[in-house]
């Protein structure tokens, strides 16, 4: 059975009372509990992680990269939060593993600030999510099913 590994960038951690009217009510391990869900429907086993460190995200997609060449990985979900508008670390880290990715966000990051329309995961993402609220989860799992 292939791992979907889901990764969870900084201030996810506050998901459930950090702007609700942005991101909903749910909480980190309701985004969890939606995940295990849609694995067990589409047949992967979970690993669902959360860190507020950069270089913690990098080594974990170089962990990622690892598992998907050894072929135990269906791939990555990363909602790398703010790192997402800054990070050329991350960017070299996907490009640099190769690893099957999901670019996912909770809000529409396009409706909002302009800071938040540059993204530098996207050119190295097989695909992006954006706007359908923790929902997007679960359909990014399904989504990997479908690569
Ligand atoms: C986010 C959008 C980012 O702009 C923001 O910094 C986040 C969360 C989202 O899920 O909508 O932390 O990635």
């Known amino acids: 059975m292939k791992t979907a590994l889901v ?6 951690n ?7 009217a942005v991101y909903g009510s ?9 995940c295990e869900a849609a694995c067990a429907q589409h047949g992967f086993t979970l690993d669902f992680r959360q860190t507020n460190h950069e270089g913690q995200l990098v080594d974990w997609l170089h962990e990622a990269g690892r598992a998907q060449a050894a072929g135990t990985l269906a791939g990555v979900i990363l ?3 703010a790192y997402t508008h800054t990070s050329v670390a991350l960017h070299d880290a996907i490009k640099g593993t190769g690893v099957t990715l999901i670019e ?3 809000s529409n990051v396009h409706a909002r600030e302009a ?4 993204s530098y995961i996207s050119p190295a993402a097989k ?3 954006a706007g359908f609220g923790v929902k997007g989860y679960p359909l990014a799992i399904a989504a990997l099913a479908g690569f």
Not at 26 to 34: G, N, P, R, S
Not at 115 to 118: E, N, P, Q, S
């Open 7 to 12: 990764l969870n960038g900084p201030n996810l």
């Open 14 to 20: 506050l998901l459930g009372t950090r702007e609700p």
């Open 26 to 34: 749910q909480t980190l391990a309701d985004v969890e509990k939606l």
């Open 79 to 81: 909602n790398a939060g």
């Open 104 to 106: 996912l966000h909770i």
């Open 115 to 118: 800071f938040r329309h540059h």
């Open 127 to 129: 695909a992006v999510m």
